[in-house]
């Protein structure tokens, strides 16, 4: 049997000099390149020169030491006669042991002046092309790229009398394509910076844009932070201010959840998210008189659009939670919805385009700093999604699920009639929760969700948050209601505020009632028990949608004190007979779907 080789050629030289003594005491021919051949050899260890078996010596300042048909034919032959004939008519002998680790890439380009020519230097060439054929052919060569690998490699050789077994090996080769792998990661991402970010200029830009910079991850101390795609062209682009990591977000889950919903429903549809949960969602229906008061769109000078209703409804659902929302519209933005959301408190909007003229109302919200991004609708994302969790890559198939009107046919109650308008109803809600931080669960009525109660643990919290949220927003509509008598001045986030705490009922005292009692033209009088009890009894036909079955029926009866009529959630209790009991005492409709939509 001839004599093992092995090719050393490291940039970090840890634990070298015992690991190639280690080699040679076993009877190990020793190759090296460059500075690790110089090293060796100087401390007394006998190693030839790669350019002895090459015949070909260094060339281009150190660029090209290993890149030779000698040494790669002698790392990639196969224990099989074929390729042992080609070595042999070549004259090459087989590698069996390759150690190699990279030019320090990272460290280079974190050094505050570092120049792009500084970090091309860095780039390993023939490194990495040794690292891949060696950890290629690991069914008989073992590629050692870590230092802290060299004592256990010793050990398993000695005991294994030259062979350190397949499963060493195969554990050395993933740890070799881990490198390179993380390796060009790097690489890629420092020249994506270069070369491919949205804050360069048109002439720095080497194509389309890849990456952007933000201004912070998710709170101001974690920096630095970017969004970027590894393929292609990032799919939206800042025409107006610049994004955060939580307005991107809810900027992508809230456009992908409007995206579903025109498509499901062939309406425009806007959504207005807050962490990374919808407040509100809906449809473009048209508002009648009495939801234009409750909306606080009665008063605009420009007629209301299918896309401005929806997104009047969006806003409104839950005012207090929409308190600066980031904004998602299915369809280009068009005057009347630019003028909405001119008046609210919000931290951007995603749209797959703008009028002129709702472009030139949007930039001058937040003097300028209005984030305004305009997203492809043509932009279909990877299958597969992956997200790290304390250090840990976790990874899914993209929830792909189609929610349309198939979904609800296996009504299981006695009342089976479920008219067209509440088959809308559940699209919206049962959407609304395939993008909404699970528990959850959410109510909606004309097109539009009314109540969404999101990331409870507990079932029943997530059905009474929704349906407090539904009386709160049906208690808006009541006439009371409508006829507070505000001061001139008040602004619309002060009037959201102050109805909220009288619809609620909240007891005010001290400085606070004082200042709620300001801003009205007299003394206000309180809604009473009976009539609030009288007022939600007007209120029927409500969809209810939850994303995972209803555990007891204790939530179909907290869902019919808030008017819902229909019902939608997964079976799979061990109390839907129960469940659908409950139902069919309120003469709910009730439709078992066969698909849980948590989503976090």
């Known amino acids: 049997m001839s004599q093992p080789i092995a090719l050393l050629s490291v940039y970090d030289k840890a634990n070298l000099l015992e690991f190639a003594k280690g080699l040679h005491d076993a009877g190990v021919r020793l190759l090296g390149s460059g500075g690790t051949a110089k090293k060796i ?113 010793l050990d398993a050789w000695a005991q294994g009398k030259g062979d350190v077994g397949q499963a060493f090996r195969n554990k050395l080769a993933l740890k070799a394509f881990e490198m390179t792998a993380k390796y060009d990661e790097a690489i890629s991402g420092y020249f994506r910076e270069k070369y491919a970010s949205a804050e360069l200029s048109a002439d720095e830009l080497a194509g389309d844009v890849q990456r952007m910079a933000l201004r912070y991850g998710a709170n101001p101390h974690q920096k630095p932070a970017q969004a970027f795609v590894t393929e292609g062209k990032l799919p939206f682009k800042a025409l107006c201010g610049s994004p955060g990591y939580i307005n991107l977000l809810d900027a992508l889950n809230s456009y992908a959840l409007v995206k579903e919903l025109q498509d499901a429903l062939d309406l425009p549809a806007a959504a207005s998210f807050k962490h990374v949960s919808p407040a509100g969602a809906a449809v473009g229906i048209e508002l009648n008189e009495t939801e234009k008061k409750v909306y606080g769109v009665d008063d605009l000078k420009e007629p209301l659009t299918p896309l401005a209703s929806a997104y009047a409804r969006a806003r409104g659902a839950d005012r207090m939670s929409s308190f600066g929302d980031f904004v998602a519209l299915s369809a280009p933005c068009d005057l009347a919805t630019a003028r909405i959301i001119s008046r609210e408190v919000s931290d951007g909007i995603i749209a797959p385009g703008y009028s002129a003229e709702a472009l030139e109302v949007l930039s001058k919200k937040k003097g300028g700093k209005y984030c305004v991004l305009e997203i ?48 809308t109803d559940l699209i919206v809600a049962t959407l609304a929760l395939k993008y909404t931080q699970s528990n959850s669960v959410a109510y909606a009525y004309h097109g539009s969700i009314i109540g969404i109660g999101a990331g409870q643990q507990s079932r029943i919290h997530c059905t009474r948050l929704a349906g407090g949220k539904a009386d709160l927003w049906w208690l808006r509509h009541h006439p009371q209601v409508l006829a507070l008598p505000f001061k001139k001045g008040v602004k619309r986030a002060e009037k959201a505020n102050a109805i909220d705490l009288f619809v609620s009922g909240e007891e005010l005292e001290g400085g606070e009632k004082e200042h709620w009692e300001s801003l009205f033209e007299g003394p206000i009088e309180p809604l009473t028990q009976a009539q609030r009890k009288e007022w939600a009894a007007k209120l029927d036909g409500v969809t209810c949608s939850s994303d995972a079955f209803f555990p007891f029926p204790d939530n179909v009866h907290r869902a019919r004190k808030s008017g819902v009529k ?23 409709v009730f439709a078992h779907t066969n698909l849980r939509l948590f989503h976090h």
């Open 376 to 423: 492809d609708p043509s932009y279909v994302p990877p299958r597969v999604e992956t997200k790290q969790v304390y250090g840990i890559h976790l990874q899914q198939n993209r929830n792909d699920a189609k929610i349309d009107a198939k979904l609800f046919d296996n009504v299981v109650t006695k009342n089976k009639e479920l008219p067209s308008e509440a088959i």
């Open 41 to 153: 050899r100087e401390s007394g260890i006998p190693i030839e020169d790669v350019s002895d078996i090459t015949k070909a010596p260094e060339m281009l300042g150190g660029r090209v030491k290993t890149l030779h048909p000698v040494v790669h034919g002698g790392i990639l032959a196969r224990s099989i006669p074929s390729d042992e004939q080609d070595l042999k008519a070549q004259n090459i002998s087989p590698i069996s042991i390759v150690v190699c680790n990279l030019y320090p890439f990272t460290e280079t380009i974190s050094k505050p002046n570092c120049t792009v020519a500084d970090a091309v230097e860095e780039v390993d060439i023939g490194g990495v092309t040794l690292l891949r054929a060696a950890a290629k052919n690991h069914a008989r060569v073992s590629v050692l790229s870590d230092p802290s690998d060299y004592k256990e490699f």
């Open 566 to 588: 229909y019902l939608a959630a997964p079976s799979g209790s061990v109390m839907d007979a129960e469940c659908i009991k409950a139902a069919d005492e309120h003469n709910i």
